[in-house]
């Protein structure tokens, strides 16, 4: 079957990092993504790694280890306008749809 | 910057009306995508589109049609819609890949009530 789990909900406190972490087992694999949603709104693409290792934007980095099926996203220095759901999601080979996990509720607190 | 605009924000229709819902995108991605999200369950894929008149169906179709005719449009039609439809409904688009995916882009939502 095909699955992706994330930790449903998440807090830490403003200027602190915190890793949100992703599983995945899926048919196929052709990359993993992780999306930024606020409540009421769209999701926004953050990152996307396709290859092993560690891929840094800013204040956000993404991992993945293919043969662990495996990845987490890195926030450091948390303001609290990160304060989201993080969606992490698996595009399967030779199709052009992902999976989306359920999303991880972060709640930075002052 | 990547455009996807969907008809409404909000809409309240009653059960057995037939519903529109439509998506434009101003980037001229060949997909475009069509989800919905509710509490607990995530993003659920519907059906998505890789080309002018061409679909194929997500994992939860059943109730639901869409329609592209021309690229930067794609539908989402309930044919009669019933209480268990009430959600927010997400339309995306992105690139075409030969292999592998890009990104995608979402539209703001439209959150449908059905009494």
């Known amino acids: 079957g095909q699955n992706i789990d994330q930790p449903t909900e998440m807090t830490a406190t403003e200027g602190a990092i915190v890793q949100i972490n992703c599983t995945y087992q899926?048919?196929?694999?052709?990359?993993l993504f992780w999306y930024q949603q606020h409540a009421g709104e769209a999701p926004t693409f953050l990152s996307y790694n396709v290859l092993d290792g560690l891929e840094e934007k800013g204040r956000f980095s993404s991992f993945l280890s293919r043969s662990k099926g495996y990845s987490y996203l890195l926030l450091k220095e948390l303001q609290m306008k990160d304060s989201a759901s993080y969606l992490c999601a698996v595009g399967g080979r030779g199709t052009y749809k992902y999976i989306f996990g359920t999303g991880t509720r972060l709640k930075v607190l002052a | 910057d990547v455009k996807v605009t969907q008809s409404s924000r909000y809409l309240v229709k009653r059960t057995g009306e037939k519903v529109f819902l439509e998506c434009v995108q101003d980037?001229?991605?060949?997909?475009m995508f069509w989800y919905r999200q509710d509490p607990g369950l995530g993003l659920r894929l519907i059906y998505f589109?890789?080309?002018?008149?061409?679909?194929e169906k997500g994992d939860i179709p059943e109730g639901y049609s869409v329609s592209r005719e021309k690229k930067e449009r794609f539908s989402l039609i309930l044919e009669s819609a019933s209480t268990n439809q009430t959600s927010m409904y997400l339309c995306?688009?992105?690139?075409?890949?030969?292999?592998?995916?890009?990104?995608?882009?979402f539209g703001p939502g439209t959150r449908l009530t059905v009494t």
């Open positions: 980037m001229d991605h060949e997909n």
């Open positions: 589109s890789y080309d002018v008149k061409m679909k």
């Open positions: 899926t048919s196929g694999f052709n990359g």
């Open positions: 995306a688009s992105s690139l075409l890949r030969t292999s592998g995916t890009y990104e995608q882009y």
